[in-house]
């Protein structure tokens, strides 16, 4: 069942809000600012360091052998990454000849979620109804239910024990005739699952384990503890990859734990790197950026820089539109208080608001893309003057606009 609370804000204490969001608007705008100048500098340098590396790398065929020639020479190559060493979870069972394994948490825990629903007042205070509804749901992380708006719900949560993530990368990793570091072996990302071996004592000792937890708890009945004789009944569940801790994984539980694991084995992996003796370092292109790629299964190093080229031009969209949206949300915050000085009449108020926030979102839009256009001037002026010339376009569009809304009113 939902469960609501109702606020009301007085005209005055949102009038003083207003005032106070006019700094943190200017700091996240000229924060927004900031990032759409890094943004595009990022972008232009990681894609000179790509096309840098693209005409210096060669492909060598056969790594079987360390090839002094090939010694500080940026690489593309084709094997098997191989690794013989035993990576352990010594407390589920899990052991496996691998490049990687990972352990991932899950716990059962009731979640709380809520909608706010907003209504304008006359005299200029708002009232704000927020509805909480609540669920039954795997979370990477407890959830604090004592912080939960609905009494019912509450201190409704526990589990029966906290365990950490973990991540093992194996020592030594071999690529033909040499040695893979860390910081290539973690990006490779070919996982399977475990199969977990627990011995019986082992079994016992965690399933007392939990008992004894869930008797702490006191949130169980005692009898249902035990089996019908009267001996502990069974709450460690292990199967495949899996060890479950709750009564019954079909039907879980509040409080009950997943916990999964996944292994990297040894596979056949591309790479893009700098021959460093027996083993691989990044290349540091001339103006100071690195670069590296590895990936699963046979991969020409055509499509590897490729895929570099396309991850860059996501990365530099991503922020792109991020930049925009805080750019946008700042002067909407900073430009805010005029709307509100209105708010006393609905009516007006939003006629208001909706004008704030039409000439914020073009304005902003406008200065993003003038942002965008100065910084390409610093890397690539052809390209920012014509980015230049768009955002002026921008500025005059918005410029003719209000003039023609003002003669209309006139």
């Known amino acids: 069942m939902a469960y609501q609370e109702t606020h009301t804000t007085g005209y005055g204490s949102r009038l003083s809000s207003s005032f ?12 927004a600012t900031v990032l759409l100048f890094w943004n595009e500098g990022r972008a232009v340098k990681t894609a000179e360091t790509i096309k840098e590396a693209q005409g210096t790398a060669v492909h060598v065929e056969d790594v079987s052998k360390v090839d002094p020639e090939n010694n500080g020479k940026l690489i593309h190559a084709t094997a098997m990454a191989m690794s013989h060493d035993t990576l352990r979870d010594d407390m589920f069972g899990a052991a496996v000849p691998a490049i990687k394994l990972t352990r991932k948490v899950e716990y059962y825990q009731w979640s709380e979620s809520s909608k706010e629903e907003k209504h304008e007042k006359f005299g200029g205070s708002e009232e704000t109804v927020t509805t909480y509804t609540y669920k039954k749901a795997w979370s990477d992380n407890p959830v604090n239910s004592g912080e939960f708006h609905d009494p019912a719900y509450q201190n409704s949560n526990f589990v029966i024990t906290e365990l950490d993530d973990t991540e093992q990368l194996a020592d030594n990793v071999t690529f033909g005739a040499y040695n893979l570091p860390k910081f290539l072996t973690k990006s490779i990302s070919n996982s399977k ?18 008992v004894e937890s ?10 249902s503890l035990r089996d019908s004789t009267g001996h ?12 479950y801790m709750g009564k019954n994984p079909g039907n879980p539980q509040i409080g009950d734990v997943r916990i999964t694991f996944k292994s990297v084995p040894s596979s056949e992996v591309s790479l893009i790197a700098k021959v460093s003796g027996n083993t691989f370092e990044p290349y540091m292109s001339d103006n100071g950026h690195n670069f590296s790629r590895i ?4 991969v020409s190093m055509e499509n590897m820089f490729q895929g570099a080229k396309d991850s860059n031009s996501a990365m ?5 539109v991020v930049g925009i949206l805080l750019v946008i949300t700042g002067l909407k915050m900073t430009f805010g208080i005029l709307s509100m000085l209105f708010k006393w009449f609905p009516a007006l108020g939003s006629v ?23 910084a390409w001037l610093f890397y690539r002026p052809l390209i920012g003057i014509l980015l230049v010339a768009a955002a002026l376009a921008g500025v ?3 410029w003719k606009r209000s003039k023609e809304r003002l003669k209309i009113e006139d």
């Not at 699952?193 to 939990?210: E, F, P, R, W």
């Not at 990936?295 to 046979?298: I, W």
């Not at 530099?316 to 792109?320: E, F, H, I, V």
Request: aromatic share 10%; with cysteine; hydrophobic share 45%.
């Open 316 to 320: 530099t969209w991503l922020l792109r």
């Open 193 to 210: 699952d475990v199969t977990l071996a627990m011995d019986s004592t082992k079994k016992s000792m965690l399933n007392h384990d939990i």
């Open 20 to 31: 106070k969001q006019i700094g943190s608007g200017l700091v996240l705008f000229v924060g």
């Open 352 to 374: 208001v608001g909706m004008g704030v926030g039409l000439v914020c979102s073009v304005f902003g839009f406008a200065w993003s893309l003038l942002i965008i256009s100065v």
């Open 295 to 298: 990936e699963t299964g046979t």
């Open 214 to 223: 869930l008797r702490a708890s006191g949130r169980v009945d005692a009898k």
């Open 232 to 243: 502990e009944g069974c709450f460690l569940n292990v199967s495949g990859n899996t060890v």
């Open 396 to 398: 005059y569009f918005l």
